[in-house]
């Protein structure tokens, strides 16, 4: 309907300029989050929160994995597991990047001293889960895009084929991050009696009014928490909410950290019947550990990188599994395969995710923006360094990617997917990790919030230049 109506105002004069199918996916999109804006809209109040909550949670549980299994499995082969290797490495040189932008941020705006890694963490990470994915279905339903037939099923396969490595960052780099500054601590700590109350007193709330059926509107956690990932703050450990890696690192004496448990090797947290730590395994080998050495494993070991088995880590792991061997391949994808009544069930339900994605983006925005310490100046350096400048070093790492022979020849929707890792808003995700740590939660909504708004103009505009410049590259 879109492209028809833009085509009349026109006068047929736009399907002659194929860069228009760059606004119109766009232009979908946001009229989806416009639709979930104002469903979720307090004043409105058509849908309660709890609704968004429940959809967030099919869309993590069932909708992105049956898209990811589906096109994944279908496109993945050993020969292209070969091939696909500089999509991972482009999601950590993405990473790296944004974490050098952020820190010039950092040092130029000069955020409030507890803030400093936060402005770095927010600049580096970019959304490689929900929105490319989205974006990428969108282009691939308008007509006139340059990615020729297997358009989506591809494009969601190099989506696909990066998630599992952005999900590792997210629970090594990012989780210690993320971790709340160890000098202004003290302050945490003092407040967290009063703050256990509060909660206490919530959750009993929420129980009542469940319980009676009550309107779920009144719940105080941001609907962002549960946006790409619900349920992430049940993963919390002993440690999560405190600056255990700079207590460990900053410790002199070796003996203070004998006295520290260690997860992963003791029983029962770490305590003997009578309440009193046991010492750990380390002290019972025959050559004492260096202290460097032994730092480095406690921290590793307060690592939860268990956690990132999350359903879409899973369907992708199976999808290549699968797809890398022609016998299972065969079962489950050939057109007389015995088990494709199953991927048929699949592909059902992955329709479902790019648009009940885009309507939780925009109950999460109907929120509203948080109050935020952060600053007017480091808000304003963290979105043009992410939205502005970032993905102009993305088209940079492109051309001396493809000039030195490292993507697949002639494949515009691979070129397209590595931009992508450059052009996105910083990733929702970021939301739960802060809520997970106890750590700028508040300035993490509040600056996903306005990231997101300015996205649709920047995104939009960078779209329309990848799609200039992929189309040149052919010509």
Not at 68 to 78: D, E, K, P, R, Y
């Amino acid at each position: 309907m879109a492209e028809s109506l833009f085509s009349k105002l026109f006068q047929g004069r736009i399907r002659e300029d194929s860069c228009f199918s760059a606004i119109v996916p766009l232009l979908k999109l946001i009229s989806l989050t416009l639709m979930g804006v104002l469903l979720a809209h307090p004043k409105a109040k058509l849908v309660p929160r709890a609704t968004f909550k429940l959809l967030s949670k099919l869309v993590f549980g069932l909708f992105l994995p049956c898209l990811i299994f589906n096109n994944l499995g279908q496109s993945i082969t050993l020969k292209n597991f070969t091939l696909w290797w500089f999509i991972p490495l482009n999601v950590i040189l993405s990473v790296a990047i944004g974490s050098i932008l952020g820190y010039l941020v950092a040092l130029i705006c000069r955020p409030p001293p507890q803030y400093f890694r936060f402005t770095i963490i927010m600049t580096a990470l970019g959304n490689m889960g929900n929105l490319p994915l989205a974006i990428i279905s969108s282009i691939c339903h308008t007509k006139n895009h340059p990615f020729g037939e297997d358009c989506e099923e591809k494009g969601i396969a190099y989506a696909s084929f990066s998630q599992w490595v952005a999900v590792s960052l997210v629970y090594t780099f990012v989780y210690h991050m993320m971790e709340p500054p160890l000098e202004y601590y003290e302050v945490v700590e003092e407040s967290s009696i009063v703050e256990d109350e509060i909660q206490e007193e919530e959750d009993q709330q929420r129980d009542y009014d469940m319980i009676l059926g009550n309107d779920s509107d009144q719940l105080s956690m941001p609907l962002l928490h549960d946006a790409e990932w619900p349920g992430m703050e049940d993963k919390e450990i002993d440690y999560s909410k405190t600056p255990f890696v700079a207590r460990v690192f900053n410790s002199l004496l070796f003996d203070s950290l004998r006295s520290m448990p260690e997860l992963g090797t003791l029983e029962d947290n770490g305590q003997d019947h009578n309440g009193n730590y046991n010492h750990p395994k380390s002290t019972t080998r025959c050559f004492p550990e260096p202290i460097v050495v032994r730092k480095i494993r406690i921290v590793a070991e307060q690592t939860p990188i268990k956690h990132i088995l999350s359903p879409a880590t899973i369907a992708s792991f199976l999808a290549i599994t699968i797809g890398m061997v022609p016998q299972l391949k065969s079962i489950f994808f050939d057109d007389d395969a015995p088990l494709s009544f199953m991927t048929d069930s699949f592909q059902f339900m992955a329709r479902a995710m790019m648009p009940f994605a885009m309507l939780i983006l925009g109950g999460m925005l109907a929120e509203g923006p948080e109050e935020s310490r952060l600053g007017i100046r480091t808000t304003v350096g963290i979105i043009v360094a992410r939205l502005l400048v970032l993905p102009l070093i993305g088209i940079g790492v492109l051309v001396l990617a493809d000039k030195f022979g490292l993507l697949i020849e002639g494949d515009q929707m691979f070129r397209f997917v590595i931009l992508l890792h450059y052009v996105t808003p910083s990733a929702i995700l970021l939301g739960a990790i802060a809520s997970l740590r106890g750590y700028a939660v508040q300035e993490t909504s509040a600056l996903l919030f306005w990231q997101h708004v300015i996205a649709v103009v920047s995104t939009s505009m960078y779209i329309f230049v990848f799609f200039k410049f992929l189309m040149s590259s052919i010509a």
